[in-house]
């Protein structure tokens, strides 16, 4: 329960905006079904963070505890061609660039085992959208291959992964249909999707999404909603810094909120903070501020509630990242003992003996969890029987990663 409230601290503050919320009886609504939207705009334009941050850790410990969770996973970036120019975006090439890369199937799986080695369990596959609707080059491979997408093949190397290996996959290939999401159910814990915005206004010309199509908001949300009617777990999230506006955020998480009421399938969400790299076109882009940062993590922690598992990559916050705890994050993600982020290859994840003394630091207990979260373990139909077959070798009583390795 939260101890003060924010009503209560309004003689603290000495904020209009206190008195306001406090009459439409806010604290009731943070414990119960989360802020509404001028709620929302009005925390994370007017609240003092400690306040803020003070609001989230509080909402944090109704659902969660003292526990705080990450995956030790393997990273395996299937493909770096993609048919999306995103302006912040380093992971994407075209054919000719160096880095641009199909991974053969020997190649997916001599990764796999090296991660099963080290004593991951999570197999994260990331990939180009639909590099093949532009890139010969990409249907050629493909065609050696025996498949016609990108999508078939991911399956199928998910499939090739969970069997030889033992590890739980995790598909983020983007835009997904329902008879993809249908195949990769059969193979996958989880699979996942940053809505990032829910903007059409960042498609607009000079705007990061103006020439990737795959970023159209109502695509993204649609495959959310897929998924959702196939009882898969599901990660999504935000992406701030990119140039949207506050609201747009706002709207961006409160649109999540809704679809997991709906379907109750969204396993965790991430909020990542765009991080200026000099090979992109937005090299110049001004970064959001750590307060800005923790600001954002606590609103969403208080649109989302206490159940919803909060998440923020450390590696981007670099040698601040114990603070993001303080902002009511209850998961650090996937944390990988052999590979880079291939998404951001300059900023290395920390060592998982740092995170658990980071962590432990400050009051909580560093779990391991496996690629589909423990609320999600025991539920009937979100697991296909292969994929519960193998993650039983892995899952202890409570959900969590039971401390032995996968085997194939």
Not at 117 to 145: H, N, T, Y
Request: charged letters at 25%; a neutral charge.
């Amino acid at each position: 329960m939260m101890r003060q409230g924010i009503a209560s601290r309004k003689a603290e503050t000495a904020l209009e905006w206190a008195t306001k919320m406090a009459a439409t009886g806010l604290q009731e609504r943070i414990e119960g079904q989360g802020l509404k939207r001028q709620e929302a705009l009005a925390l994370a334009t007017n609240a003092l963070l400690d306040e803020l941050l003070q609001a989230a850790r509080e909402v944090r410990e109704q659902g969660k505890g003292e526990t705080i969770s990450y995956s030790k996973k393997v990273f395996i970036p299937l493909t770096t061609l993609c048919r999306d120019y995103c302006s912040y975006c380093t992971f994407r090439k075209d054919p000719g660039q160096p880095g641009a890369h199909f991974m053969t199937p020997e190649e997916v799986l001599a990764l796999a085992e090296e991660g099963q080695r080290a004593g991951c369990k999570e197999a994260l596959f990331s990939l180009g959208d639909q590099p093949e609707r532009i890139f010969p080059e990409a249907r050629e491979f493909l065609r050696r291959q025996g498949y016609a997408r990108t999508l078939d093949y991911l399956a199928a190397m998910c499939e090739l992964v969970l069997e030889r290996t033992g590890l739980l996959p995790h598909a983020n290939p983007g835009v997904m249909d329902g008879a993809v999401l249908d195949k990769l159910k059969e193979s996958n814990a989880s699979v996942g999707l940053m809505l990032e915005n829910v903007s059409l206004r960042l498609m607009r010309d000079g705007l990061p999404h103006a020439n990737a199509p795959d970023k159209v908001p109502s695509l993204r949300l649609r495959t959310m909603e897929e998924a959702g009617k196939r009882a898969i777990a599901f990660t999504t999230g935000i992406l701030i810094g990119i140039g949207e506006t506050l609201e747009e955020r706002v709207d961006s998480l409160l649109a999540i909120r809704t679809m997991h009421e709906k379907y109750g399938h969204i396993q965790e969400v991430i909020v990542q903070n765009f991080r200026a790299k000099p090979d992109i076109p937005m090299a110049q882009h001004a970064e959001p501020s750590l307060e800005e940062f923790l600001k954002t993590i606590a609103v969403a922690r208080l649109i989302l509630g206490p159940e919803m598992n909060v998440q923020a990559p450390p590696n981007l916050s670099y040698h601040d990242f114990p603070r993001l705890l303080d902002a009511g994050i209850n998961d650090w993600g996937g944390i990988s003992p052999v590979t880079k982020d291939f998404i951001n290859p300059e900023a290395a994840w920390p060592q998982i003996s740092r995170l658990r003394r980071e962590t432990e630091a400050k009051g909580f207990v560093l779990r391991e969890r496996l690629a589909v979260y423990p609320e999600f373990v025991g539920r009937e139909g979100f697991l296909s029987p292969r994929v519960r077959e193998k993650m039983n070798a892995l899952a202890g009583p409570d959900g969590f990663a039971n401390g032995k390795n996968s085997q194939g």
